[in-house]
RNA sequence: GGAGGGGUGGCUGAGUGGACGAAAGCGGCGGUCUUGAAAACCGUUGGGGCGCAAGCCCCCGUGGGUUCGAAUCCCACCCCCUCCGCCA
């Protein structure tokens, strides 16, 4: 949520905000009357309770002639209290349906578009692969299915379209690349490895801002308050849901793997072939808690842990930067990291970093103090993939494939993989 | 899933209808004393909303209810602990 202050008291300059990210304008103005008219209605309705308060008091010592007297009129003021206090209720709930659905406004450097045509490349890294002149790389799903390493035909029978199984040395590089990438940026970068639960509770969606605008795009279960998680990203952030914490813990910096779930209805007939796009994907995550005024420097070295990754496993990448017309609901800027696969010729986005500021941290309830005895106040959130695994494996595959249908496995991986250098069919 | 016990401020823990946003102790912060520190002593110390301010309002697991008035009484739910059952 943004500040509904910054509404009351800078509204021309949210609603240039919205324009920008192209969010629905009436909001703004709605979301200012409602306030408005909460204020009003709520300052009423406290000072009637403080005169019922100090009245009420009274009842105590009164004489018993007038003692019945007072105690019918307070209980008159009681009612309208009620009734007042109801219509304050739903005024404030009906302003606060509305903040919910605003989204955070961009920061000043993102570069102002209408949509994705309009993101900014701003640097291309790593070494593309060398193949043989007349050499056409395949695609991953040729690649996997003949080293029988992916069996896309039973993921289908087992539970649907989007589902796949990975199976000897393809489930077996998956896991080297979570170990490998867990203790990476544990032991080069600093983060805490977590474990979290990949079910949670409604109210953890709305603190990361999945819900109310995305449910189509989420698993739940039927029956209980249950939802599984689209990235780790939530229960992350809710790790410190409705905490204060203090100025020294920042920033709090967590990594985790976790399973993700998505729908990815919105998405049907997109991408089905192969394993970019599924129902279920693993991800290595890193997420940090940090100090408004550090907000910035760790967005770019959240970045640069993430890249870390690809540098190492020598990937080709490229890193961009969202317009404002491309912006997540949620994020006040972002970048996005993009690996170059030779099979199906893409660049896969494995990685999204973004700074969100308060937005997600006034949803949750996330403060620190700046110092003892001071004030709390909302600290920032940051998050980024460090890294998606699917399309990982998916540029591992096709870029380090050889022309007799093997695949290398990359230099930092082989530890992992009890020593293999080389995944052939089996 | 069944039975019992319990959820109060950073922590421990009192509080069974009005003087309680809450005793006391510990911890934290500030000060006195001291060359410095410790001890001792004094003061201070939860969160949120509205308001220029004075101030007012709300919060004792959560949500309802009773009452002029609820941390305190009633109902429902959630969570934690112990025992039993089941289970990877």
Redesign the pocket.
């Known amino acids: 949520m943004i500040d509904?202050?910054l509404i009351?008291e800078n509204t021309e300059a949210v609603r240039e905000a919205m324009e920008k990210v192209g969010a629905e304008p009436g909001l703004i103005d709605r979301a200012k009357e409602l306030d408005e008219r909460w204020?009003e209605k709520?300052?009423e309705?406290?000072?009637m309770?403080?005169r019922?308060?100090?009245?009420?008091?009274k009842?105590?010592s009164a004489p018993k002639d007038v003692r019945q007297s007072?105690?019918?009129d307070?209980?008159s003021?009681?009612d309208k209290i009620?009734s007042l206090n109801a219509e304050a209720?739903s005024t404030g709930s009906e302003l606060r349906d509305v903040m919910l659905n605003i989204p955070n406004m961009p920061d000043p450097d993102v570069p102002v578009g209408k949509g994705e045509e309009e993101n900014v490349v701003l640097r291309t890294e790593g070494t593309f692969p060398d193949f043989e002149p007349g050499f056409q790389p395949r695609p991953h799903w040729d690649i996997c299915t003949e080293l029988g390493i992916i069996d896309f035909e039973r993921g289908a029978k087992i539970s649907g379209s989007r589902f796949y199984v990975l199976m000897r040395n393809g489930a077996k590089l998956q896991r080297a690349l979570i170990s490998w990438m867990i203790d990476l940026h544990v032991s080069q970068h600093g983060y805490t490895e977590v474990y979290p639960p990949a079910i949670v509770q409604e109210k953890c969606l709305y603190g990361t801002g999945n819900l109310p605008k995305f449910a189509e795009n989420l698993y739940k279960d039927a029956e209980e308050d249950l939802w599984l998680i689209p990235t780790a990203e939530v229960p992350l952030t809710n790790l410190h849901r409705e905490e204060?914490l203090s100025a020294e813990d920042l920033p709090l910096c967590y990594t985790a793997y976790t399973p993700c779930f998505r729908r990815e209805k919105m998405k049907a007939g997109t991408d089905v072939r192969g394993i970019k796009r599924g129902h279920q994907f693993d991800k290595v995550e890193l997420m940090k808690y940090v100090k408004p005024e550090n907000s910035n420097a760790e967005l770019e070295k959240l970045l640069d842990n993430a890249e870390e990754v690809c540098r190492r496993l020598e990937l080709p990448y490229r890193i961009t930067q969202m317009c404002t017309g491309d912006l997540s609901f949620v994020a006040a800027k972002k970048y996005d990291i993009e690996i170059w696969a030779a099979g199906c010729e893409e660049w896969l986005e494995v990685s999204s970093c973004s700074n969100f500021r308060d937005f997600q941290a006034r949803r949750a309830e996330i403060?620190y103090?700046p110092a003892?005895?001071e004030?709390?106040?909302y600290l920032h959130t940051i998050n980024g993939s460090g890294l998606a695994l699917p399309r990982v494996m998916i540029a591992v595959i096709e870029n380090y494939q050889q022309p007799d249908g093997s695949v290398t496995v990359p230099d930092i991986l082989r530890p992992y993989m009890g020593g293999l250098e080389k995944i052939c069919e089996t």
């Open positions: 509904i202050k009351r204020r709520n300052a309705v406290e000072r309770r403080a019922l308060n100090r009245e009420s008091k009842v105590k007072i105690i019918d307070l209980r003021l009681g009620d209720d204060i403060r103090r003892p005895q004030k709390p106040e």
